[in-house]
DNA sequence: AAGTGGTCTAGACCACTCT
DNA sequence: GAGTGGTCTAGACCACTTG
């Protein structure tokens, strides 16, 4: 039976909104894990002493967020974090249109987070990463070289064991692995040159014309847990925005 | 005194989507015109013979999509058309920062649409558009070069006078020249390179890689109203997406 | 002071999912 | 059938803007 928790409202905020940061903070704290069910609205009305429909505008809000989400007659959810995170939406690989996209480690080590890196991740400049380089291919051609950074003592589980049991998804593995889940995702977008090094493991020539992804991946609290930097023919790259 | 709008709602459809889809039909007719204000949802309310609710939901979809815009304490409005549609989003200029941008009118003509353009903006093949090339600047340097094509008799009030009098932002002339309101913008993003015409206006090399954004503009109706294609010097481009 | 949109309540009923 | 979220109502009160 759970205790009363009466909501107070800061001046000027609304009690929706109140609620809305009482129940995130309960997520974020880890009361209900991701995929699993939130108690029902009613339930949550009647423990912090709100009409239903309050409750509800609160988590209307939180579903806006994409914390939580809402299944009509089953119930509401604490979404699992991103799966794909779909980097090849930025490219259109031709023909081989139907294969399944595939990735390959080609290196990985411990090392002191460049300082860029470390701001980025919200580090300390010195502190350790783990660094990896990875190539993504559509059928046998291989398409995206990407360098990724993670703060080392959390994802601490992938700097052992085979790569090769990942599997061809990042985020997952680091859901299973590492209990991380990627929450949200920036992506800066911008044009360049291809290094000696990444242009012949995309079999291209050097100096060859580049989009550059750079993202910034946040778990549920916000914290900035991948830095990663990804590259693709400049010739594949496209991308569509809506603006209203 | 306004007449009785009893709403009937399709089967498997919410009261307040057909209210919303009543209200956006009356916008688009031009019952209320961009930038006026619609009447309270008390009267809107009694007038379809709903709960004051159920019109606020009704009008919250249509305020989400941008169609119209609520504001505490003044009333609920018509949204103007997009002003600026920044296409400098998509790029970074430096130095230049405080200088105000600034465009030209290149080249103006009536030509008959090219199959692209046409299919882009719904009309029959081989029918009349407007042509416009277009250079902006930052400061004293050239930045944008722009192929703009417009329907034709829509926009005939373009194809004559000074295009010097249309100021620098061109859907603010659209508006006041041509009563067309953009509403919503399509950019699609991808990679090239300059050929010689473009690159000299740009001060460029012939073959310099450029960023293309390519637009499709909407009015309130959903018409396409404007096919665009702009370039930029690759280098400068830079965009930022968040993805949940 | 009058008029507008924003919040909150309390309760009824509907639509969907699972067992 | 029991439990969930989704819709709708009717009414009170609050906060903001304008004359």
Redo the contacts between chains.
Sequence with gaps: MPSLRPIDTEPGQSRYAALAAAMRERIVAGEWPPGSAIPAEQMLAAEHGVALGTMRRALDLLAE??LIERVHGRGTFVRQG?SG?PMLRFFRFGAVGNAAPRSRILARERLALPAEGARALGCGPGEMGLRLLRLRSVGEQPVLHEEIWLPLPLFEPLAEGDPAEWGDLLYPAFAQRCGVFV??????????NLGAAQARALELPAGH?C?RVQRQAYDLAGRCVEWRSTLGD??A????????
């Design positions: 967020q994409g991103l995170a929450h949200r995702a920036v992506d800066s977008i911008g044009f360049g014309p989009a400049a010739n790259f496209h991308y569509t925005v809506s603006i209203t």
